[in-house]
């Protein structure tokens, strides 16, 4: 399954939700590789010090070589920069199409970057759409869900929440896109800035703050294997 990570809108946690949810899969045994449209790579400064190698994703695909570097227990191939050549999206297919047998999961990290954003969309089985609860993230969104084929949203995911007046507001109307199963909330936490801050994931703690953060991310993974598996 090729699942993206869609939303045109900075400080969502995009980032920091693709980590958790590639490493709760890698920890049910499945091989994932994560992409980025970042050429900032927030994936790798999340979970690993350092500098990157020159090399990632446009390299691979011209090179037919694997440049992925192991984070955690899942792999990730960097962006080196956002000039793409004629003819990158029927290369980036062809390439794709070459390396997922090879994966359970490709997931995608993905920011609104000319001639990739409706590549990605395309190439995607599944989208989840994370969202803030504010006005801006709202109307932005609007205009996402209006460029996606509906069928292909598996989920929305509410980040940073805090049980506000404004923020119950637009919960409410985001409510009203979905269904209960298909919407999970990730609260606003001190021990998130924590973990990002250690370069770690909710899957390196263990206390009940935490856990109930990993179940939030339990329940989006079950979602998501159970939708490959149907």
């Known amino acids: 399954m090729i699942l ?7 400080g969502i946690g995009k980032s920091f939700l693709t980590c958790q949810i590639a490493k709760g899969l890698a920890l049910a045994e499945k091989k994932v590789l994560v992409l980025t ?10 979970l690993a010090k350092g500098e990157l190698d020159k090399k990632g994703l446009l390299a691979s695909m011209r090179e037919k070589k694997d440049y992925s570097l192991k984070l955690h227990n899942f792999r990730f191939l960097p962006l080196e920069k956002t000039l793409f050549v004629g003819g990158f999206k029927e290369k980036f297919n062809n390439w794709i199409n070459g390396i997922k047998k090879d994966y359970d999961y490709i997931i995608i990290d993905s920011t609104p970057v000319l001639n990739l954003d409706k590549v990605f969309i395309d190439v995607a089985d599944k989208v989840i759409i994370p969202v803030t609860c504010d006005e801006s993230t709202f109307i932005g969104t609007l205009n996402i869900m209006e460029s996606i084929d509906i069928k292909k949203i598996l989920c929305f995911i509410i980040n ?71």
């Open 4 to 10: 993206l990570i869609k939303n045109n809108k900075g």
């Open 37 to 46: 449209s970042d050429t900032q790579n927030n994936v790798f400064n999340m």
């Open 160 to 230: 940073k929440y805090e049980n506000t007046k404004v923020q119950k507001k637009y919960r409410a109307l985001i409510e009203k896109w979905t269904t209960p199963d298909n919407l999970f909330i990730v609260k606003k936490s001190s021990q998130i800035e924590q973990i990002i801050e250690s370069k770690k994931t909710v899957w390196d703690y263990k206390n009940k703050q935490v856990e109930e953060i990993q179940e939030v991310f339990y329940n989006v993974i079950s979602k998501i294997i159970l939708e490959s598996e149907s």
